[in-house]
């Protein structure tokens, strides 16, 4: 995993994929 100069950048990123995994598993899950 490479970190980018951007704080903002690497935090959306995060967010995203956090939420995108949960969004997965409450699909599966229902």
């Known amino acids: ?3 980018k ?3 903002g950048f690497t ?3 995060l967010l995203v ?3 995108a995994e ?3 598993k ?5």
């Open 5 to 7: 100069a951007s704080k």
């Open 17 to 19: 994929v956090i939420v």
């Open 26 to 30: 409450r699909r599966k899950e229902s």
């Open 11 to 13: 935090l959306i990123e």
């Open 22 to 24: 949960t969004f997965r």
């Open 1 to 3: 995993m490479k970190m």
